[in-house]
Nanobody
Framework: QVRLVESGGGLVQAGDSLRLSCAASGRYVMGWFRQAPGKEREFVAT????????TYTDSVKGRFTISRDNAKNTVYLQMNSLKPDDTAVYYC???????????????????WGQGTRVTVSA
């Protein structure tokens, strides 16, 4: 049973920073997705097993950084210069064991966390 537990969300002002964490029960290719009110879930970032390959959606490039600590089986999403448009529930997701490629497609991820809410006020 793969468990993913997110933490670190909250209410911040525009321009502030937050760091989200996702503790996993093993080591997997990981991704962060988000879902804003009334919108579909969208890809944010992904990282490979070793942490050497990362991909971001255009709207967060230069502001968000995905990283991982494999000793702790934890993936992070450092979010800087937050904007009101970043307001969403953020989900971490894991690909199945033996999947080594990163992906920006939600259907490629087998396991999902419960989500953590991020609210950015203007």
């Amino acid at each position: 049973q793969v468990r993913l537990v997110e933490s670190g969300g909250g209410l911040v002002q525009a321009g502030d920073s937050l760091r989200l964490s996702c503790a996993a029960s093993g080591r997997y290719v990981m991704g962060w997705f988000r879902q804003a009110p009334g919108k579909e879930r969208e890809f944010v970032a992904t990282i490979n097993l070793s942490g050497t390959t990362t991909t971001y959606t255009d709207s967060v490039k230069g502001r968000f950084t995905i990283s991982r600590d494999n000793a702790k089986n934890t993936v992070y999403l450092q979010m800087n210069s937050l904007k009101p448009d970043d307001t969403a529930v953020y989900y971490c997701a894991a690909r199945s064991m033996f999947r080594v490629a990163t992906s920006s497609t939600a259907d490629d991820y087998a396991y999902w966390g419960q989500g953590t809410r991020v609210t950015v006020s203007a």
